[in-house]
């Protein structure tokens, strides 16, 4: 069974950056695509970014494209996300995710808070 931790949520002003991690574990790293959803207050979960096994490929929604940055780090098992020039509306509990194909996803983490104040 795959397991997901991630780490990194907090509070920062807007304009600020946040790093998070997402460290997996019960499965070879290297077999998952992974990636990274939220939820903002009030809304249903959203795709944020993802990113290939090999780390070649990477997608992004349209609101955090140019401010967010995902990345793998397949020897050590973790994918994270480089958030810059955060907003109010980036507000969310964000989760990490992975699965065997790209863009379907079955495995998820408990989530961390990360929480913009204007």
């Known amino acids: 069974q795959v397991q997901l931790v991630e780490s990194g949520g907090g509070l920062v002003q807007a304009g600020g950056s946040l790093r998070l991690s997402c460290e997996a574990s019960g499965r070879t790293f290297s077999s998952l695509a992974m990636g990274w959803y939220r939820q903002r207050p009030g809304k249903q979960r959203e795709f944020v970014a993802d990113?290939?096994?090999?780390?070649?490929?990477?997608d992004y929604a349209d609101s955090v494209k140019g401010r967010f940055t995902i990345s793998r780090d397949n020897a050590k098992n973790t994918v994270n996300l480089q958030m810059n020039s955060l907003k109010p509306e980036d507000t969310a509990v964000y989760y990490c995710?992975?699965?065997?194909?790209?863009?379907?996803?079955?495995?998820w983490g408990q989530g961390t808070q990360v929480t913009v104040s204007s």
């Open positions: 990113i290939t096994r090999s780390g070649a490929r990477t």
């Open positions: 995710t992975g699965g065997s194909d790209y863009g379907q996803y079955n495995y």
